[in-house]
Structure formats: C-alpha cells, structure tokens
C-alpha cells in the first residue's frame, strides 16, 4: 500500500482556522476516493469530509459549512480547510483512500471506513475554548 502523510495539526483556540494536508505517493492518487475522518478522545472514529473523482464532495452535518475538502491531483495532496474551530473539532484527523473506484461514488460508500483500505498516522488538532 502506498503511504498517506498528514500534516498541519496543531493547538488553536475556537473560532480559528487551520488547513491539514495528506501527501500521498502512487500512480494513480485521482483515481479513488480521498478522505478525512477524526477520533475525538474516548470516542469512535468518524467520518468528517471525502472528495471522489468527479470532484465532488461529502461532508459530515457537523463540520458542513465550516470545513472544504479539496485535491490536487497533480500535487497528489489532499487537504482540508477548517474555519471556525471549535471545542468539539479536537480530535486526530486522518487521511484515507479508497481502491480505485468508479468516477462517482455514493454517499453510503465514502462515508464507511470499510471503504479505505489506506490511512495515514493522523495529525493531532486541539481547539480550546
């Protein structure tokens, strides 16, 4: 399997904005469906954001409006603009890709982490109040 490398995580306080970054290797990065997830402390790992490889987007309801999922393909970078931080946004953020897929998936699909069969190590966000 082909590393994915996130970065930009940090300690901000609410209302902040941070931008993480998933660098990925392999020949065929815009081939599949790219995503973020979190696991906040004590709970299980969600979905948060995934881009496909029509472009469009998914969002959690809990960060829709505040967070932007992009990729750049020829970069191989997937990257995640979060605005308005808050409290409940502390979590370790993770990177994900899916197998190769059709152009467009659906929604059931890039929400299950069962559909990723590659991750990142995570990259720590905290938000204070």
């Known amino acids: 399997q082909e590393p994915l490398v996130e970065s930009g995580g940090g300690l901000v306080q609410a209302g902040d904005s941070l931008r993480l970054s998933c660098e990925a290797s392999?020949?065929?990065?815009?081939?599949?469906?790219m995503a973020w997830f979190r696991q906040a402390p004590g709970k299980e790992r969600e979905f948060v954001a995934a881009?496909?490889?029509?472009?469009?987007?998914y969002y959690a309801d809990s960060v829709k409006g505040r967070f932007t999922i992009s990729r750049d393909n020829a970069q191989k970078m997937l990257s995640l603009q979060m605005n308005d931080l808050k409290p409940d946004d502390t979590a370790v953020y993770y990177c994900?890709?899916?197998?190769?897929?059709?152009?467009?998936?659906?929604?059931?699909?890039?929400?299950?982490?069962?559909?990723?069969?590659?991750w990142g190590q995570g990259t720590r966000v905290t938000v204070s109040s």
């Open positions: 994900a890709k899916t197998p190769r897929t059709a152009y467009y998936a659906t929604s059931d699909y890039v929400m299950s982490q069962k559909s990723y069969d590659t």
């Open positions: 392999g020949r065929r990065f815009g081939e599949n469906v």
């Open positions: 881009i496909e490889r029509s472009g469009g987007t």
